[in-house]
């Protein structure tokens, strides 16, 4: 049966809350938080962590805890959401007086987030899922969204690795543009195409990784989305037709799934114990 969301769970997400709140402040308000080329971008993301990421994790924790599986799982999404967030924007961000913060951020929502996935109980959302989903679409979805990705980011590497020069993009913007680059190929690409190998193999942590991946996607929607709009119209900066197209596909079937995913958990939204009798240290 999955546990209540230990104390110190608790503890760490309401200090990302926080933090993630003083960050996003800065950003848009401090002058000089953010190379100058990265500003408009920048000022956005830190918009949609206040009025995304901020609450999801916020309402997230309020009903994980009191053991909704759907609010777990908005948790376990937005959790996975700010770590993807703070690695990137550290990546990207040269040294500021805030960089400390980045840190701390990052290591709290990794460990907080491992802490989340590995209390939950896979045969229980298994249970609370099948003959509620069907796994052949959530799974082949799941890896569409993964080639969506890999195709986006290798159609602009593997041709600036054979001819041995940097991709236009880094020429425009400097080499911390590859910061999302690295991250979806190294970890968010391979994951959602396990996720979606497991659930095709109805496999019980298949339905935990699916979730927390299409949670993960929906949020990060508005930031894909609002990020190359902006990009389009500043103009600096090239974008291809191709990286519009699978920049907003795959977020927009992330969002829809993701709906659907918490609407089939909400209808099994208590674990059935007391989270006063089952609260660990």
């Known amino acids: 049966m999955t546990a209540s969301i230990p104390r110190w769970q608790t503890a760490s997400t309401v200090v990302i809350l926080v933090l993630s709140v003083v960050s996003a402040l800065l950003g848009l308000f401090r002058p000089g938080q953010y190379p100058a080329e990265l500003l408009p971008g920048f000022y956005l993301q830190d918009a949609l962590i206040l009025l995304v990421g901020v609450p999801a994790l916020g309402i997230g924790l309020w009903y994980a805890s009191r053991?909704?599986?759907?609010?777990?799982?908005?948790?376990?999404?937005?959790?996975?959401?700010?770590?993807?967030?703070?690695?990137?924007?550290?990546?990207?961000?040269?040294?500021n007086q805030f960089f400390l913060g980045y840190v701390v951020l990052f290591g709290l929502s990794v460990f907080t987030l491992i802490g989340g996935v590995t209390a939950t109980d896979p045969a229980e959302i298994q249970q609370s899922l099948e003959l509620r989903i069907s796994e052949r679409v959530y799974g082949v979805f799941l890896w569409l969204i993964a080639a969506s990705l890999a195709f986006l980011w290798l159609s602009e590497l593997v041709p600036a690795t054979v001819s041995g020069t940097p991709p236009l993009l880094v020429d425009e913007v400097g080499p911390q543009a590859l910061a999302s680059h690295f991250i979806d190929l190294s970890v968010v690409v391979p994951a959602l195409a396990i996720a979606g190998y497991w659930l095709l193999r109805r496999h019980p942590w298949g339905y935990v990784f699916a979730g927390v991946g299409l949670v993960f996607g929906a949020l990060l929607a508005p930031t894909l989305t609002g990020m190359t709009t902006v990009i389009l119209l500043a103009g600096d900066i090239t974008v291809p037709l191709v990286a519009v197209v699978f920049t907003a596909i795959p977020a927009l079937i992330a969002a829809a799934l993701a709906v659907t995913y918490l609407l089939s958990l909400s209808r099994n939204i208590t674990t059935g114990t007391p989270a006063g009798d089952r609260r660990p240290m």
């Open 67 to 95: 053991d909704s599986l759907a609010g777990r799982f908005v948790w376990l999404g937005a959790l996975t959401y700010m770590t993807y967030m703070w690695a990137t924007i550290a990546l990207q961000v040269t040294f």
